[in-house]
């Protein structure tokens, strides 16, 4: 395996693209779910949850490319930059509450990402 | 979109409980780490190894992923996990359900131990707690 240093500026860029795409790939399938509520043939007739779901293939189609090109250790903190993008969009295109739970929540689950990534490297 | 869509509870067709969607959650998340572990036996004895830039490189990765049984399996529990995630979405808040989805790091990581023998180390087990703390502390909230 590559150590930390053989992490190239490009993997990380690319693992930021992904997140910030795949971020968007969850946006829409929130949108998309909304349209559950008329019953369940949307989960297929449903234009937003396709959109949806190609954003995660193009995401992790740069995902694949990036882990190519650096250290588990050092892309996992990137990786997770996605749960922050979602924060962002849920509070601005679905008007969610951001509460002092969901902040501690989230802070949790990312130091815990960083440190399954330090424990990998 | 009729009023009621407006309002925080939609009766709508088969609702489902908390206790229901909680439990999806959790399946997702495992099927993902499954799927994670599959994928990633898979792309260990692949050829898959053409390049991505070329036209014919893709298709060529393509052909050798599509005949690949590990790989269909592991991204077919990929597709049943999407399914899933876009049905708890239907009652729950965004910014709750996806950041949920990190317990995929955690039964990767205890997955991967039992399966690929990979070490368990004080980084990691301080990891699986944090995340596991975290969900705990989002579920408090919920509902959209």
Known sequence: MTGPGHTTPLAMGL?????????????????????????????FLNPK????????CASSLFYVIAMRHGELSV??????????????????????????????????????????????G | MSAADTTTTVPGHGSLSRAQTIG????????????????????????VGASWTTAAGVWTNLFAMASNPHLVFGYGLYAIMTVLFVVTLRDEELSVVYPVIALTYVWVTMLSVFFFHEAVNWFKAAGVVLIVSGVAVLGKDGRK
Not at chain 1, 82 to 97: D, G, N, Q, T, V
Not at chain 2, 27 to 40: H, M, V
């Open chain 2, 24 to 47: 999806i959650m959790f399946l997702c998340t495992l099927l993902g780490a499954t799927a994670q572990i599959f994928i990633k036996v898979g792309a260990n004895g692949s050829n």
């Open chain 1, 75 to 120: 892309l996992y903190p990137l990786v997770s930059l996605s749960y922050i993008w979602a924060l962002i969009w849920s509070r601005l295109f679905f008007k969610e509450r951001l509460t002092r739970n969901k902040f501690a929540g989230l802070l949790l689950i990312l130091a815990g990402i960083v440190f399954i990534g330090l424990g990998k």
């Open chain 1, 15 to 43: 693992i930021s693209v992904a997140s910030f795409i795949g971020s968007f790939g969850a946006v829409f399938l929130k949108a998309g779910a909304a349209r559950l509520h008329d019953g369940w043939r949307y989960l």
């Open chain 1, 49 to 56: 949850l396709i959109l949806g779901v190609l954003l995660f």
